[in-house]
């Protein structure tokens, strides 16, 4: 079916990264940037995906056009648990490009994000507390319904989103490292250019050198103090050395 997915990390800057991809002139955007199929949609079937990416209709009657590929965006694929398998199931032979960011900047973010929503209500510490009993309940309706969408997983998951080395694990036994790029969303937003044409390589296409949009928008107003960061940091420290095995990686954040 499709040929690639920007599969996470949520907040890591995925929404204008998928952009700066379809300035290439060989890959056909999806009518929707963020489906969410394989999590929020999963329910309305596999015909439904189907629509949502416009030459897939021609595709399976032989005519697709010659080097065009065709993908989408969903930030929270990766961190969903029931995600890689049914990509495997639909689209066995896809590429995924993954980015991620500091982890702890990205718990902030998230939860600022959910802040301007309205979906929280918590300061940023009572919420990192209160996070274990919030996705329990998520947790066993996933279990005992598989098209259950939690909210609170979407929303509330500000630590555990950024446990990258478990969910990219998972992601690895279906399809194997090869099939992903991975880019730490801080050299994207440093370097937006060359990071697009590294994933243009990654997914065989012609050498191209997208125009320069605006930046990745980092909100000033997202910054912890010390000893904030200094706490999140420590939650992260061995998921983040996990990851640095996983990827072989000198280093996670500096």
């Known amino acids: 079916m499709i040929d690639f997915i920007v599969i996470g990390t949520h907040r890591g800057g995925t929404q204008s990264f998928y952009d700066y ?12 940037p963020d489906s969410g199929f394989f999590d929020r949609n999963y329910s309305k079937g596999i015909e439904w995906y189907a629509h ?8 399976e009657a032989g005519q697709r056009p010659v080097g065009h590929i065709t993908g989408e965006n969903s930030s929270s694929y990766m961190y969903h648990p029931l995600v890689a398998e049914r990509v495997k199931r639909h689209c066995p032979n896809a590429k995924f490009i993954v980015l991620l960011r500091n982890p702890t900047d990205r718990a902030y973010s998230h939860y600022r994000h959910s802040v301007r929503l309205g979906h929280e209500t918590l300061k940023f510490r009572l ?10 309940r998520g947790t066993f309706l ?29 992601w690895f036994r279906h399809f194997g490292p090869s099939r992903f790029l991975i880019l730490r969303s801080e050299d994207y937003f440093a370097d937006p250019i060359a990071a697009s044409v590294k994933a243009f390589a990654f997914l065989g296409l ?8 605006e930046p990745p928008y980092v909100n000033p107003y997202e910054v912890l103090t010390e000893e904030t960061r200094e706490k999140i940091d420590s939650i992260f420290k061995k998921s983040n050395e996990d990851l640095c095995r996983l990827l072989k990686w000198d280093r996670a954040w500096a």
């Open 21 to 32: 991809l379809l300035q290439h002139p060989h890959i056909v955007p999806a009518l929707q």
């Open 52 to 59: 949502q990416f416009p030459l897939l209709s021609e595709y």
């Open 127 to 136: 919420a990192l507390r209160m996070e274990p009993k919030r996705l329990e």
């Open 142 to 170: 996933m279990r005992d319904n598989p098209y259950h969408v939690s909210l609170s997983h979407q929303m509330h998951s500000y630590v555990t989103h950024g446990f990258y080395a478990r969910q990219l694990q998972v």
């Open 206 to 213: 012609p050498e191209f050198t997208p125009q320069w949009m």
